[in-house]
């Protein structure tokens, strides 16, 4: 099985590695190909994932190359963990958005916007290369902004499915909370990417036998303190709401204060970009075999147990097997005051067949109306990203329900604009 990592000189990549070095029963690689254009951070990166593997004796072959097209040929699933424009752009996305009023994200808002700009026509470059090299291969994008991103590659056919941890983090933090092990607790995890709720958190038997129970109510009620502080937010918001709203949900109900909060710190692209340089020193340390501890602060914890997980599945490896997982995937209905077309983050049964989403319950108006709005902004987002425009990117804006006014709208896209000159062909 071969399997190829877009944007493999990333410091999320020994994550990954890590993951398929100790789950390979699942996920059976014989070659593994880390492709990336910036050809000193893939060689550190690179030699650290050999290392990895050679520590826990996995027998696969791990390469690296700049060239994309002989990465993908023959793979059976592509990854894509890319980031346009570097943390640079990342901490422009962080900036702008600030000085106007707005909170600055790279993946929610403004910031996000200019991110899926960037990203979008990347990607489908990158997916149609894949589809030359083997129209049967599966893409699973874990590329920000997830949700506008999958929904471009399946607009234009691709085989994909879109992946994010914010619901593997979670199932793993309740399992934690409970004393049980992660495997025994399902997520009633519905929304769209970085905008989703726990509605409820099934515990199996012991045994493995039918008959679960919703324990999200002990869990608010036991360790609703702990949660709320984790997701900072108030914990009489989480008693209130009687769910648990993913981290990004701050950025909405707590907008004013969170944008009060980021002028008053260094904005995260710079604390990344710090831990970046810190963790590139220490990967080109020829004695290290494991991923650093400092890699868990990057971000992206347990990303690696989701992707092998959902690859195993998508590729029916010996152990791996159908399995329901938490996926960006075409609604089809699944949310029905949604399109058809939108693209949702829901459970679903994952297969060598495909990805069917799993009925969803009834979704009270108080979540409904914000995904629809949200959803709404995604179209429009992607119709800016495929055909550009500065009337498409003010659409956009303006439709954002963390914007939603005419001037601020007028300034953020011009300001967008003008600190994405080099990445928007169009402009």
């Not at 390469?63 to 990465?71: G, M």
């Not at 994909?160 to 409970?178: D, E, M, P, S, T």
């Not at 009633?188 to 970085?194: D, E, F, I």
């Amino acid at each position: 099985m071969k399997l190829a990592v877009v944007g493999g000189g990333s410091t999320y990549t020994p994550e990954l590695i890590d993951g398929f070095a100790r789950l390979r029963g699942t996920l059976p690689i014989s070659e593994l190909v880390l492709t990336d254009p910036h050809e000193e951070r893939l060689e550190l990166v690179g030699g650290l994932a050999r290392r990895i593997f050679a520590r826990q004796d996995h027998p696969g072959v791990i390469r690296t190359t700049t060239d994309l097209d002989a990465a993908v040929a023959d793979a059976d699933a592509v990854l894509l963990q890319l980031r346009v424009g570097g943390q640079a752009a990342r901490q422009q996305d962080e900036s702008w958005p600030l000085e106007c009023g707005c909170v600055g994200q790279e993946t929610t808002g403004a910031g996000g916007l200019a991110k899926a700009l960037r990203t979008v026509p990347v990607v489908l470059d990158i997916a149609e290369r894949v589809r030359r090299a083997n129209p049967d291969a599966w893409i699973i994008d874990f590329t920000n902004p997830v949700g506008i991103v999958t929904r471009a590659l399946l607009e234009e056919g691709h085989k994909a499915v879109g992946l994010c941890n914010v619901a593997i983090g979670l199932q793993r933090k309740f399992a934690g909370l409970l004393g049980v092990g992660p495997e025994r607790l399902r997520l009633a995890h519905y929304g769209l990417n970085h905008l989703t709720w726990e509605f409820g958190v099934e515990l199996a038997p012991e045994d493995g036998g039918a008959g679960g129970r919703d324990v999200l109510p002990e869990l608010l009620a036991a360790h609703g303190e702990w949660l709320a502080e984790d997701l900072r937010l108030p914990r009489p918001l989480l008693d209130r709401l009687g769910v648990v709203p993913s981290y990004y949900l701050r950025y909405f109900y707590s907008h004013d204060a969170v944008v009060r909060e980021l002028h008053d710190k260094p904005s995260r692209a710079a604390e990344v970009a710090a831990m970046e340089a810190e963790l590139l020193r220490m990967y080109a340390d020829p004695e290290l075999d494991e991923k650093p501890e400092l890699l868990a602060k990057r971000g992206g914890a347990f990303y690696s147990e989701a992707a092998v997980a959902l690859a195993a599945s998508l590729l029916g490896t010996q152990d791996g097997g159908a399995g329901v997982q938490v996926v960006n995937v075409r609604n089809n209905g699944t949310l029905p005051f949604l399109p058809d077309d939108a693209v949702v983050e829901v459970p679903a049964e994952v297969s060598a067949r495909g990805v069917v989403p799993l009925p969803a319950p009834d979704i009270d108006p108080l979540y409904a109306g914000l995904i629809s709005s949200v959803t709404a902004y995604e179209h429009l987002a992607l119709d800016a990203a495929l055909r550009g425009g500065r009337d498409r990117v003010f659409a956009a804006l303006l439709s954002h329900p963390l914007i939603g006014q005419y001037d601020r709208a007028e300034t953020l896209t011009d300001r967008l604009l003008a600190h994405n000159k080099e990445h928007l062909p169009w402009l």
